[in-house]
């Protein structure tokens, strides 16, 4: 498990957001889940949903859900543009793909807002300081998400969410979410690319 002992907990009233989040989405994530999952089914063959394990806080690791977007079968951690579906293209740019995690956070395995959910063997070559990124539950979005995605380098979106576990708040997570609609919207930093790579970029 890791070592999150100096790190900031999550601020009281954080799970009480969350549910308060999940009521006001439900309706209309239902829908656009629906024809989320109708799209993956009709232009691919394969499960709907994509299951991974990821890790969790204090290290405990979970399943993590979401729409598959490439095709099925084994695929490369960074994605490649020739495995990804038509439905998938567009699911990513939208960031609809994530859709299936608000049952992530109904379970209490994710937040609405927290650092995005790592591999184990990212975690593995964190630095100590870097694993107080583990000390709250990942989220659906996040302050990297807002502030570049993947067009950020790994210790560039590790050094933001240890920003946002450090200074995390009620105020700072609403910020967050008018900023994550907006990136949705525009697309921002939604594309992969080799620099992306997470073992080339974390502590060793």
Known sequence: MADVSTARRPYRGKRTSDL?????VAVPGLVLGGLAALAVRLTSRGPVLF?????????EPFAVLKFRTMLDGD???????DRITAAGRILRRLSLDELPQLVNVARGEMSVIGPRPTLAYQVERWTPEQRGRLAVRPGLTGWAQVNGRNDLSWPERIELDLHYVKHQSLRLDSLILLRTAKAMVNGEGT?????????AHVAP
Do not use: F, K, M
């Not at 308060?20 to 006001?24: A, D, F, G, M």
């Not at 594309?191 to 073992?199: E, F, K, N």
């Open 20 to 24: 308060v989040i999940l009521l006001v």
């Open 51 to 59: 299951r991974q394990e990821r890790v969790g806080q204090d290290g």
């Open 75 to 81: 695929n490369p951690i960074i994605p490649s543009d």
């Open 191 to 199: 594309g992969a690319t080799a620099a992306d790579d997470p073992i």
